[in-house]
């Protein structure tokens, strides 16, 4: 099949259809086989009160709020144990995985630390949005646009997730959790249909998973409540979700996010979003994203470039678009005389209210943040949902754990559950339900029918809208990768420095902790290959029977997630691994 | 300012990192001396009289000779008692990674690692640290005495100076715990030629050889030099060649005089293990591989022509 551009559109003529989809190739993976009851003898698991999975934003207001109510009620704290709270995360230390925009909303950090006002003024931040502009790029030109409402930013803060979330983590410990990092939460312990814990993954295995010298086994981790907080695409909330039944209506998206930290001479006083090239606006492709600039202080500059991962292109690449990108004179103008000081990839949860687990919790379990689908996409936020979220997981996790509860029995946290939607994080994100999905229909249809709910509150239009899975993608060829900069080490670099640039040095001879069909169609291989910020895919030989063999290097891998948004699964590998980032 | 070197042996032959090390230790000054720890080891002990040092502590005991760190721990906090050292470097390898951690939890003394240089400033002992992926230098200090220094692997070359050392016997008690651990057995990887850590010369592989059959070349041209061969994550990892060869970020560091690069592109990964060479020298069909942006001299072409020529020159010159 082949289809004929509009003239005058910057990219070649012929588009071939490749008719194959990564969803037909389905990773060696089941949710089945993280989910095991507790297998270390009794007196050798670790018991603790909470255990809180992952150290990002919602699941340290998590631990601090739940320090906060054990500090107001010394009798409930009692019945926690030993070790009231835990929290287990799988960086190398707290904010090494950790990557966002980010301009957040103070609303849900100034709620946890009401009342505790050297708390507050203590979270680093780069101070308020100085103010803002939007706009449409062309190849050429940058016209500028009036912000759409769901846009504007007055009054939040411009923060690095990771700085701010290393400050948490010590709030947290100051309040009495445990922090265990280069710990990965490898299955979920299930006993008798209610969730009791995590066991944490084994370290020092070898490439086939034989016991190296400096082995050591993973432990049970046995609590009363467990609550997921592992940001996006987690590895036990994809199993929870599996095994509770609890997966939305519509199956879960994600977006990637490619971001770069340039220490800059002249300042940039506001933030920038801009839409259009290097996106092509046709339906066909389902090209949806876009990019940020973010001044962090007088001397650097967060910047990034998103992309919905239900793309077609097999070429497109987030990390090659966002080097052409950073060639647009618009953008060259501001990082000029800069120098790249970091970089990181990572995607984000984009489904919205439609594709929100059926329930927040299951017996003895609790979702918080992105585990819960929590991101307002529309809005770019996602920092203070987690936050909320967070709080208020910990609020019932208390409550469920007072003398005459029980967080085991079914329906236990049906009161946290709707204090999340009924709350104002449901109500936004029921009024941005259909925007992301509006997209589908290209730029200029999406962005009316967006611009429609967004005036409407979401009663406009009427219908509700559906979508599929990112994997089910059909494939395209349009020889894409042909427009990308080479990279010149100054402006533009290519992927491995980029791995290099996120701090991760993770250990060779561990095992493949990402599972993908080995044995797939060039075209899925090939597509792989381009999407992977990180390198990790590699298109091998030919099978001769019309597949190729996919080559991995795992340890090139900073855990953004994509993979199992297109047709892989990631898990996470030995604690400690991936990138360490410090400025994303 | 006094500063101890401890002087790490196998099979009594002290390594050349420690000898570096305490090269090192002498351009800066004061009174340094050397530590030997092992059983029969006056004669290692001695040897480092021809690198310089004029003062080296001997623990001489069958109860140190298995190379375990906690009864060093022992052993090195006596000598630093005896001798009063203010600093404490080692060179780093894994046994003394694990006894510079202890003896720092010992004494409650500050560790700096992976240390690649260290000056005096001021009266002030100060490290230069690489960080954020060797991506900048940073100064370190100690805000108290004695400070320890685990120095980066292949940071110093060892500078023979002739001379003899005056020993002195330290005796060491040693703690219960410290002899709880015991070495059930020693394996010894296969090696052929020098280690790629000690060899002055090395021939590296990369993708470029396009088969581990490749690898001869690299074989080949390190033998006609009597260098050591080693190879880049991306062979190791297609199994080509094995991992104790694998230079760079996730391998190993290493410093020859001369660095001969077959058809490796020079990742930044692989780069950071190697950047210390002497003499880089890169083999490469694409002219706008990294490597030749670092390389002291590039060969544009074929390597399957220009590697075996170049041996085959090299034999003639040494024959």
Aim: contains cysteine.
């Amino acid at each position: 099949m082949t289809e004929t551009e509009p003239t005058g559109a910057p990219f070649p003529h012929q588009v071939f259809a490749a008719d194959v989809r990564a969803a037909d190739y389905p990773p060696p993976f089941s949710s089945a086989e993280v989910i095991a009851g507790p297998t270390d003898a009794p007196d050798e698991r670790i018991e603790v009160g909470v255990l809180i999975v992952g150290g990002g934003p919602a699941g340290l207001a998590c631990a601090i709020r739940l320090g906060q109510l054990i500090e107001e009620d010394p009798a409930t704290a009692e019945r926690l144990g030993e070790v009231p709270v835990a929290l287990v995360d799988k960086g190398k230390q707290p904010g090494s995985h950790l990557l966002s925009g980010a301009v957040m909303n103070p609303r849900a950090v100034r709620r946890l630390f009401r009342g505790r006002p050297e708390q507050l003024e203590g979270v680093p931040t780069y101070g308020e949005v100085p103010g803002e502009g939007v706009y449409l790029l062309t190849r050429k030109r940058a016209l500028r646009i009036p912000p759409p409402p769901t846009l504007r930013n007055h009054g939040n803060w411009i923060i690095s997730i990771s700085q701010m979330c290393r400050y948490l983590a010590e709030q947290a410990e100051v309040g009495g959790t445990f922090v265990l990092p280069e710990t990965a939460a490898d299955r979920l312990l299930v006993d008798h249909g209610r969730v009791v814990g995590i066991r944490s993954g084994d370290k020092g295995r070898g490439k086939e998973g034989e016991p190296l010298g400096n082995f050591e086994p993973g432990s049970d981790i046995v609590a009363g409540v467990t609550i997921l907080a592992e940001g996006t695409a987690g590895h036990l909330t994809g199993a929870a979700l599996d095994h509770f039944g609890l997966n939305g209506r519509e199956p879960q998206i994600w977006e990637l996010g490619v971001k770069e930290v340039w220490r800059v001479p002249k300042p940039l006083r506001r933030i920038v979003h801009t839409m259009g090239w290097p996106l092509r606006k046709p339906a066909r492709y389902r090209e949806f994203g876009g990019s940020w600039l973010y001044p962090m202080g007088d001397e650097m500059i967060s910047l990034g470039f998103v992309v919905g991962l239900d793309y077609r292109d097999l070429e497109l690449s987030a990390h090659d678009l966002l080097q052409e990108f950073k060639t647009h004179s618009f953008v060259r103008a501001i990082l000029d005389g800069g120098e790249r000081v970091a970089w990181g990839a990572k995607t984000i949860t984009s489904g919205g209210w439609h594709a929100m687990p059926r329930s927040l919790g299951a017996p003895g379990l609790l979702l918080a943040g992105e585990s819960a689908g929590l991101v307002d996409l529309a809005r770019l936020k996602g920092v203070h949902y987690a936050i909320e979220s967070g709080r208020l997981a910990a609020e019932a996790a208390f409550r469920s754990l007072q003398r005459g509860e029980n967080p085991g029995r079914i329906g236990a946290f049906d009161g946290y559950d709707a204090e999340v939607r009924n709350g104002y994080l449901g109500k936004s994100l029921r009024e941005v339900r259909n925007m992301r999905q509006a997209f589908e229909k290209g730029f200029f249809v999406g962005g009316g029918l967006a611009s429609a709910m967004t005036v409407s509150k979401g009663k406009f239009p009427p219908k509700e809208f559906h979508n599929e899975p990112d994997a089910a993608a059909p494939l395209l060829r349009t020889d894409r990768a042909s427009r990308y900069p080479a990279p010149d080490g100054v402006l533009t670099f290519d992927k491995l420095s980029s791995v290099f640039a996120s701090g991760n040095r993770t250990r060779d001879d561990q095992p493949d902790h990402v599972r993908i069909e080995r044995k797939v169609p060039r075209d899925v291989a090939e597509m792989w290959a381009w999407m992977c910020p990180a390198q990790v895919y590699e298109v091998g030989e030919d099978d001769g029977d019309g597949t190729v063999e996919v080559k991995l290097t795992p340890s090139n891998c900073v855990q953004c997630g994509a993979i199992t948004a297109r047709g892989g699964r990631l898990t996470p590998p030995e604690g400690g691994s991936g990138p360490e980032y410090t400025l994303t | 300012m006094s500063t101890l070197v401890f002087l790490e042996h196998h099979g009594g032959v002290i390594q050349k990192g420690a000898l570096g090390v305490l090269a090192r230790a002498l351009a800066l000054g004061g009174d340094v001396a050397g530590v030997v720890v092992g059983h029969g080891v006056a004669d290692a002990a001695a040897s480092a009289g021809a690198f310089g040092a004029t003062t080296v502590y001997v623990v001489d005991d069958p109860a140190f000779e298995a190379p375990l760190p906690q009864p060093r721990v022992d052993a090195l906090e006596a000598v630093v008692a005896a001798s009063g050292a203010e600093n404490i470097l080692f060179a780093s390898s894994v046994l003394s990674a694990d006894i510079a951690a202890g003896l720092s939890a010992r004494l409650d003394a500050g560790l700096n690692w992976d240390v690649t240089d260290v000056r005096i400033e001021g009266g002030q002992l100060i490290g230069k640290r690489p960080a954020l992926g060797d991506t900048v230098l940073v100064d370190v200090g100690w805000t108290s005495t004695p400070r320890i220094a685990l120095v980066r692997s292949g940071a110093f070359e060892p500078v023979e100076t002739g001379g003899s050392a005056t020993l002195h016997d330290v005796a060491v008690t040693l703690q219960d715990f410290s002899t709880a651990a015991q070495i059930v057995e020693q394996a010894h990887e296969q090696a052929s030629g020098p280690s790629i850590e000690d060899a002055d010369v090395i021939v590296a592989g990369g993708r470029g050889l396009g088969t581990a059959d490749g690898f001869r070349l690299a074989e080949e041209l390190a033998a006609a030099l009597g260098g050591a061969v080693a190879a880049t994550r991306a062979v190791v990892d297609a199994g080509w060649y094995p991992y104790a060869t694998q230079v760079g970020q996730t391998g190993k560091s290493v410093s020859p005089k001369l660095y001969i690069a077959l058809g490796i592109s020079g990742a930044i990964q692989h780069k950071v293990g190697m950047q210390n060479s002497g003499v880089i020298v890169a083999i490469n069909k694409d002219p706008n591989a990294p490597i030749f942006d670092f390389a002291d001299f590039g060969v544009v072409g074929d390597l399957n022509q220009v590697a075996p020529k170049l041996a085959e020159l090299v034999r003639a010159r040494t024959a």
